[in-house]
């Protein structure tokens, strides 16, 4: 509905009240009780005022919230075992037309354990939280602990920036 035509229509809606809803109150009763509805309705403002006064006065001016999870201080611990089962039928070891270097050959038969992970995350304090992640894999018949990652990072700067190192 277009502003024109609602204006029309408010303005039909006002002329079509009753004359005696829009005359003058005749009595002086009539003029106390609407100052006293006046009144009442400007107490009732004043109040309402106040009260949204005290409650922005109450509120705390909060910075945005620290990035954390629920459990700030219990470490997050994960596992990640990538593995896989192996089975021939043939005896070449070669892929026909693939050259293969040293980790492209044929596995071994079965299932087996290629890699293995873990994972550890947690908050250091209100200000830091920290991650690190460690693999063991066998190479040339040893088992190696590799770090594959380990960072801090920050949780509390403003305007939700942060620092990883």
Known sequence: MSR????AAVAAAVLSVSAPALA?????????VLKAQMAQMQERLNQLEQAQQQQAAAAPVSSPAPQSNDNAFNPAIGAVLNGHYGAFTGNNPDIA???VGEEGG???????IDEAEINFSANV?????????????????ETEVELEEA???TLGLPYGLGITA
């Open 24 to 32: 003058a109150p005749d009595s002086q009763s009539e003029i106390a």
């Open 125 to 141: 304090d209100d200000k830091f939280a920290g991650k690190i992640t460690a693999s063991l894999a066998e190479e040339d018949g």
């Open 4 to 7: 024109t035509l609602m204006r």
């Open 97 to 99: 037309g693939f050259a």
């Open 106 to 112: 044929r596995t071994g038969e079965g299932l087996a």
């Open 151 to 153: 960072y801090v990072r």
